[in-house]
Nanobody, 116 residues
Framework: QVQLVESGGGSVQAGGSLRLSCVVAGISVTNSFDWYRQAAGKEREWVATITSAGDQNYADSVKGRFTVSRDTSDNTVHLQMSSLKPDDTAVYCC???????????WGQGTQVTVTA
């Protein structure tokens, strides 16, 4: 069974940094994973992807500030966030879509709050 568990959120001042982690169980972290976020009252927004080949893709709003990576030693996907802005405030979720059945898997999310 695939399980995704995020951690690392918190409250930080604008300009600060946070590192989010997504512990993956049930499948290898060498698959393709995404980070999404949802701010209060807004639709869910794609943030970043790390593909099975290791390629990284980012939304324009976070490009140059966020870095997605994976650690095969502990089967974890990370999102390093720097130069944070109040607009980055949201619940951040890890996502995986299974190729064999098309099912979407989501973590419970971790809250990131950036104060001005």
């Amino acid at each position: 069974q695939v399980q995704l568990v995020e951690s690392g959120g918190g409250s930080v001042q604008a300009g600060g940094s946070l590192r989010l982690s997504c512990v993956v169980a049930g499948i290898s972290v060498t698959n393709s994973f995404d980070w999404y976020r949802q701010a209060a009252g807004k639709e869910r927004e794609w943030v970043a992807t790390i593909t099975s080949a290791g390629d990284q893709n980012y939304a324009d709003s976070v490009k140059g500030r966020f870095t997605v990576s994976r650690d095969t030693s502990d089967n974890t996907v990370h999102l390093q966030m720097s130069s944070l802005k109040p607009d980055d405030t949201a619940v951040y979720c890890c996502h995986y879509r299974a190729l064999w059945n098309g099912r979407h898997y989501w973590g419970q999310g971790t809250q990131v709050t950036v104060t001005a």
